[in-house]
């Protein structure tokens, strides 16, 4: 498998994904290459002090552009062809790599995501996911967390139908929950969104329906797949990321709200899409890089987009 890395993408690039790089390859990953994109000139030396060079493993495809954060995706897309993320996509797109991973702009990924490697047939819309750590210890997946801030029912049961893939092969539940975010428990409960979308959740055979969800039953073992239009998700992972922010000035010492560290997943996947695409968070470490590493391992290794593609075409 050949993974390609932006390791020109986040605030603290190209150090800590070059960091991620030496972590990843600590253990042996003998079936593994990772590509890295990015300034040559900056990267080499990097990998030298860190004890890495180009060999069998790793090699450096030169990128002298870097779209940044505040940049406008799709026009530095089509702009900037020479950046890390235009020949990640460009690699990925001509089959000389297997995955993509970038903690840049992440509206820029979300384009390049759409347009070059493409939604897989029959899905309308991808949507990305977010970790919601369950007091039992196991994780919860939330879709859709800003990708998709409007939604119409049949995205939301398309949803469903790829978070619970994902919850089932890449987060191990054998038949994965799925809640849809309400204000109520009751059928019928909701807006106009909700209560059109219920009835299509409750009719698909793809999915283990199990009824409305409240904000406050997120965190707790309501279900393993939580449902939402991009907005109301995007309000609901900010809010967790404040929590873990407040627990940590405070130097509030507690397992479980340690596991609100993005850094222990790295970073989250664009499901529906044909290609294994992973997007971090700008401030990703070393950590990060590495878990986004394995996650793309893991997705490939489990033929996750190859089931996606079984589903929809049935």
């Given at each position: 498998?050949?993974?390609?890395?932006?390791?020109?993408?986040?605030?603290?690039?190209?150090?800590?994904?070059?960091?991620?790089?030496?972590?990843?390859?600590?253990?042996?990953?003998?079936?593994?290459?990772?590509?890295?994109?990015?300034?040559?000139?900056?990267?080499?030396?990097?990998?030298?002090?860190?004890?890495?060079?180009?060999?069998?493993?790793?090699?450096?495809?030169?990128?002298?552009?870097?779209?940044?954060?505040?940049?406008?995706?799709?026009?530095?897309?089509?702009?900037?062809?020479?950046?890390?993320?235009?020949?990640?996509?460009?690699?990925?797109?001509?089959?000389?790599?297997?995955?993509?991973?970038?903690?840049?702009?992440?509206?820029?990924?979300?384009?390049?995501?759409?347009?070059?490697?493409?939604?897989?047939?029959?899905?309308?819309?991808?949507?990305?996911?977010?970790?919601?750590?369950?007091?039992?210890?196991?994780?919860?997946?939330?879709?859709?967390?800003?990708?998709?801030?409007?939604?119409?029912?049949?995205?939301?049961?398309?949803?469903?139908v790829l978070g619970s893939l994902f919850s089932k092969h890449i987060l191990n539940k054998e038949n994965p929950r799925v809640a849809l975010v309400n204000l109520g428990e009751e059928e019928g409960k909701g807006n106009l969104l909700t209560q059109a979308t219920y009835p299509l959740l409750k009719e698909n055979?793809?999915?283990?329906?199990?009824?409305?969800?409240?904000?406050?039953?997120?965190?707790?073992?309501?279900?393993?797949?939580?449902?939402?239009?991009?907005?109301?998700?995007?309000?609901?992972?900010?809010?967790?990321?404040?929590?873990?922010?407040?627990?940590?000035?405070?130097?509030?010492?507690?397992?479980?709200?340690?596991?609100?560290?993005?850094?222990?997943?790295?970073?989250?996947?664009?499901?529906?899409?044909?290609?294994?695409?992973?997007?971090?968070?700008?401030?990703?470490?070393?950590?990060?890089?590495?878990?986004?590493?394995?996650?793309?391992k893991k997705m490939f290794d489990e033929k996750l987009i190859e089931r996606m593609r079984s589903s929809f075409a049935s």
């Amino acid at each position: 498998m050949d993974i390609a890395i932006d390791v020109m993408g986040g605030d603290f690039a190209p150090l800590e994904a070059i960091k991620g790089v030496q972590l990843f390859l600590q253990s042996p990953q003998p079936d593994i290459h990772l590509t890295l994109i990015g300034k040559k000139a900056l990267i080499t030396p990097l990998l030298e002090s860190y004890g890495l060079s180009e060999n069998s493993q790793i090699s450096v495809v030169n990128a002298e552009q870097v779209i940044e954060m505040h940049e406008h995706p799709t026009k530095a897309l089509k702009e900037k062809t020479d950046s890390s993320i235009s020949i990640g996509f460009y690699l990925l797109s001509a089959g000389k790599t297997d995955a993509f991973i970038s903690a840049g702009n992440t509206g820029a990924m979300m384009v390049g995501a759409m347009f070059t490697i493409k939604p897989i047939d029959g899905v309308l819309r991808p949507t990305i996911g977010a970790y919601m750590p369950k007091q039992t210890g196991e994780l919860a997946l939330l879709a859709d967390v800003g990708l998709n801030a409007d939604c119409k029912p049949e995205n939301l049961n398309q949803f469903a139908v790829l978070g619970s893939l994902f919850s089932k092969h890449i987060l191990n539940k054998e038949n994965p929950r799925v809640a849809l975010v309400n204000l109520g428990e009751e059928e019928g409960k909701g807006n106009l969104l909700t209560q059109a979308t219920y009835p299509l959740l409750k009719e698909n055979p793809q999915i283990h329906f199990v009824g409305n969800a409240e904000g406050r039953d997120l965190l707790k073992d309501k279900a393993d797949v939580y449902i939402c239009d991009g907005f109301t998700g995007n309000v609901m992972l900010k809010f967790a990321e404040s929590i873990y922010d407040i627990v940590t000035e405070r130097k509030i010492q507690d397992a479980h709200f340690e596991r609100f560290n993005f850094e222990i997943y790295g970073g989250v996947p664009v499901l529906g899409v044909n290609k294994p695409v992973i997007i971090g968070h700008g401030i990703s470490h070393a950590r990060a890089f590495d878990n986004m590493i394995r996650m793309a391992k893991k997705m490939f290794d489990e033929k996750l987009i190859e089931r996606m593609r079984s589903s929809f075409a049935s």
